[in-house]
């Protein structure tokens, strides 16, 4: 399509073409720009001081020419075309790596530190207290969160206000309401579930121990 509208195009712009050319060539050349008045007295300057400068720089100084073909340059060393020729056959000598290894996949796309300084922390270790806090705000508080991971409590408190875990979000339909489907959710079940796990057992060793005890 654009190559037919060019060509439709093309005789419309080579239309009376040298008469326009001539006219653009008539016309009156831009004035130049004005210089600074600092320039301007430089100017002034060297023109009192050398007043045939205009003459000398447009005319070929035999005096500098001949100065300038006593200049040379020596190059001590060997040429870059042999030095690179030499650099290639030693990699190709070099020994290939022995374990060839595809690099394993890290969780986060990195290697986490074995050991974490005072005050630092990890990304794991961020996104487990997040959730946590999450799910369980009043239990999980800064305070203890910083007690456990070595950190500032300000530090600790600005991470949970402006740092948040995904979360999936289904919109509502119009046979059901809109939900929260995300991490937080299922570690709240999960969580929940183990409390009423742990509640179960305990009611159980607490009917064993009365049996016991009445046996007894």
């Not at 007043?51 to 100084?61: A, G, R, S, T």
Request: proline share 6%.
């Amino acid at each position: 399509m654009g190559g037919l509208v060019s060509k439709a195009l093309r005789p419309i712009k080579s239309y009376n073409i040298e008469n326009r050319a001539h006219r653009v060539i008539s016309k009156e050349k831009p004035t130049v720009a004005p210089s600074y008045p600092s320039t301007i007295e430089e100017l002034k300057r060297v023109q009192e001081v050398e007043p045939d400068i205009d003459v000398k720089l447009n005319k070929k100084d035999i005096k500098l020419d001949e100065r300038l073909k006593d200049v040379y340059v020596t190059s001590h060393g060997r040429p870059e075309d042999d030095v690179t020729k030499e650099k290639q056959e030693q990699s190709k000598k070099r020994a290939l790596p022995q374990d060839r290894k595809a690099l394993p996949d890290f969780d986060f796309g990195l290697k986490e530190p074995e050991k974490v300084p005072y005050g630092r922390t990890t990304l794991r270790q961020a996104i487990d207290y997040i959730s946590a806090h999450q799910i369980n705000p009043e239990e999980v508080t800064a305070a203890k969160i910083a007690f456990e991971y070595k950190l500032k409590v300000e530090d600790v408190e600005n991470i949970l206000k402006y740092f948040k875990t995904y979360e999936v979000y289904i919109p509502e339909t119009k046979t059901a309401p809109a939900t929260f489907a995300g991490p937080t959710e299922l570690r709240r079940q999960l969580y929940n579930s183990n409390v009423k796990q742990i509640d179960g057992k305990k009611n159980v060793v607490d009917e064993n121990k009365q049996a016991q005890m009445k046996n007894t």
